[in-house]
C-alpha cells in the first residue's frame, strides 16, 4: 500500500504489516487469558477498529496538510483543504465513537477494550520503527 503526499510516495507495507501481526498477538492474548472470549473478542475488535480506522484517518489528514503547506499545488489548495477537513472530521468522530462506547457501555470486557485500544500506541511505533529501517536501509 503506497500512499501519495504531494508528489512523494511513502510505503504503508510497514503499518499494515505491524497492524495484522499485532491484531494476531491480541487475538491470541485474548483466547489465552480471558474467562469470557467471545466477549472479550467482541469488544476488541469495536476497539481496534475504530482505532486503526482514526490511524488511517490521521495518515490522509496529515498527507493533505503537508501537501497544503508546501507550494506544490498552489491551484488545487481548496480542494486539499476541503480534503484534510473532511479526514480531519473523520478522525474526530472516530475519537467520539471510542469514547461513546467507552462511557455508554462500561460493561464491556475490560481485557479486549484494552487490547483494541493498545492499537493506537503499537501500530504507529512498530510500524514507524519497521518503516524507518528500510529507509535507513535504502539511503
Keep these: 500500500m503506497i500512499i501519495r503526499i504531494g508528489s512523494q510516495e511513502v510505503n504503508l507495507k510497514p503499518f499494515v504489516g505491524a497492524t495484522l501481526g499485532w491484531a494476531a498477538i491480541c487475538v491470541g492474548l485474548i483466547f489465552t487469558l480471558s474467562s469470557e472470549p467471545a466477549a472479550a473478542l ?3 475488535g469495536i476497539f ?3 482505532g486503526v ?3 488511517f484517518f490521521l495518515v490522509k489528514t496529515i498527507a493533505a496538510t503537508l501537501v497544503l503547506m508546501s507550494d506544490q499545488v ?3 489548495r ?3 483543504t476541503i480534503q484534510a477537513l473532511v479526514y ?3 478522525k474526530m468522530i472516530c475519537l467520539a465513537a471510542i469514547a461513546i462506547f467507552l462511557w ?3 460493561d464491556v470486557a475490560s481485557k479486549g477494550s484494552l487490547l483494541g485500544l493498545s492499537g493506537i500506541i503499537v ?3 512498530a510500524g514507524g520503527f519497521w518503516w524507518s529501517q528500510a529507509q535507513l536501509k535504502e539511503g
Design 88 to 90: 480531519g472530521s473523520l
Design 104 to 106: 455508554k457501555f462500561p
Design 78 to 80: 481548496i480542494a486539499y
Design 48 to 50: 481496534y477498529f475504530l
Design 123 to 125: 501500530v504507529p511505533l
Design 53 to 55: 480506522t482514526d490511524l
Design 42 to 44: 467482541r469488544s476488541w
Design 74 to 76: 498552489a491551484e488545487n
